[in-house]
């Protein structure tokens, strides 16, 4: 077999390249949104020196009619939108720059009604965002912007490197994606800080991490809104990217958090040396990202934060009275029997997420209060359906009513301690042991 050739290609070689598109490639399912976050990558990085868009594998070989071919095994998706975003340029700018032809736009063709649907509403889409654009910008789209392009001529061979790429090994998970977006925002610094910054990440087990991620700060973010959190994927990685206090132009939004950066930077240097026991920015998981080594400090403290909240024998589940309500649950969610079963983990981890929103924005306050009225509340799919899905707990958690959005509105513990949760009035699940405790605060009609 012979080795995969890897090399850097800018934009501008990509596009003048005539790829083919094989039968067996899946739709182009980009949305509005994948494309809007591409092009705010590229407005983003556009005074980078370079700006690594993604990899592209193709497959060269001769066909039956001794034609030379080079057919996409993987990186349509981002290929298609780029002939779109160029497309949309040629029409709207007459400069030397873009005077050369994509003869992909002239040869690729669709049968398929979601690749059609969605080429549709992304190019009108593009095209009322390229108003944004100047000759520098696309000059820096065109000449700046590269890919590594993987060249195969064994079309086994490509399909076993797409695999690798993507599904063995150390699979590229979003969180991988983060931490390499981040480092770039982090070129200012010597690679000593880079090294500091990123210690912690290197040395949290990577599984630890990506659970983090998906199932702790991904569904806060997304839930606290309104959205849904069911899968957290390389498509959502965006929610995570946020702003780089090194922007000369930064919003007025921006501004307060440069400065409390500022101050909490020369406190660890003046005070704290950079050890484990430094000041931290006082990050909160609903707010923006603070790109480059804030971010890697968020992760650090936030990550610790959801280690505790997964551990029942962490101060957060003691303290308090035996004959208290928060002490029974603490007790039963131990010893629960039926902890196990998928349902019941979907609702554990609502309990837990909640529990972890709330200690983020309002401490420890009044905990023995409050954790019961988040098991109630994220345990009732467990009540009221036979079988609870991941679906069933995403509607439950980002519902207009939930404790999650309620936290998020309220300013003070008194805001959330009147929540008031409905009495269950039909009950199809199948945990006795829970429900005694929901009938024994009244939460279940007679």
């Known amino acids: 077999m012979s080795k995969p050739k890897a090399k850097i290609q800018l934009v501008k070689t990509l596009l003048q390249s005539n790829f083919k598109i094989a039968d067996y490639q899946r739709p182009y399912k980009w949305t509005i949104k994948n494309v809007n976050d591409l092009i705010n990558d590229i407005i983003t990085f556009q005074e980078k020196k370079a700006y690594r ?24 998706q981002r290929y298609l939108t780029l002939l779109l975003l160029f497309k949309a340029l040629k029409e709207r700018f007459e400069i030397s720059n873009l005077q050369f032809e994509a003869p992909a736009l002239k040869h690729l063709h669709f049968d398929n009604a979601i690749s059609i649907g969605n080429l549709k509403a992304n190019y009108a889409f593009i095209k009322t965002q390229v ?75 990577p599984y630890l991490l990506k659970d983090a991620f998906a199932n702790y700060f991904f569904k806060i973010r997304n839930w606290s809104t309104g959205k849904s959190a069911s899968y957290f994927s390389k498509d959502e990685i965006a929610v995570f990217k946020g702003v780089n206090l090194l922007d000369n132009h930064l919003y007025p939004y921006a501004r307060p958090i440069a400065i409390n950066a500022k101050y909490v930077g020369l406190k660890q240097q003046i005070l704290y040396d950079f050890n484990d026991s430094q000041e931290h920015f006082p990050h909160q998981l609903d707010a923006f990202t603070i790109n480059g ?45 039926a902890a196990y079963r998928t349902g019941d983990k979907y609702c554990k981890n609502l309990f837990e997420v909640t529990l972890l929103y709330y200690i983020d924005k309002f401490g420890q306050k009044q905990l023995e209060k409050v954790i019961p009225l988040i098991f109630f509340w994220a345990y009732r799919p467990r009540i009221k359906l036979t079988a609870v899905r991941l679906e069933s707990v995403d509607n439950h958690a980002r519902h207009p009513n939930s404790l999650i959005r309620l936290i998020r509105e309220s300013l003070t513990v008194s805001q959330i301690l009147i929540y008031r949760l409905k009495p269950i009035t039909q009950m199809g699940g199948n945990s006795d042991e829970l429900a005694k405790l929901y009938i024994k605060n009244n939460l279940i009609e007679a």
């Open 53 to 76: 868009i993604g990899t592209i594998i193709i497959y060269k070989y001769v066909d039956s009619e001794k034609k030379k071919l080079q057919e996409i095994v993987d990186g349509q």
């Open 293 to 337: 080594e804030w971010f890697f400090d968020f992760v650090k403290h936030k990550s610790k934060m959801v280690g505790a909240i997964k551990d029942f024998n962490n101060p957060y589940y003691k303290g308090f009275e035996e004959k208290s309500k928060a002490y029974e649950i603490v007790e039963k969610l131990k010893s629960y029997s």
């Open 131 to 205: 108003t944004d654009f100047d000759e520098g910008l696309i000059r820096f789209f065109l000449e700046k912007c590269e890919f590594v392009q993987v060249t195969i001529t064994d079309l086994g061979e490509a399909f076993q490197f797409f695999d690798s790429q993507n599904s063995r090994g150390k699979a590229l998970y979003p969180h991988n994606l983060l931490k390499a977006f981040h480092l770039r925002e982090m070129n200012h610094l010597q690679e000593s800080k880079k090294i500091i910054a990123i210690e912690h990440w290197d040395a949290t087990d």
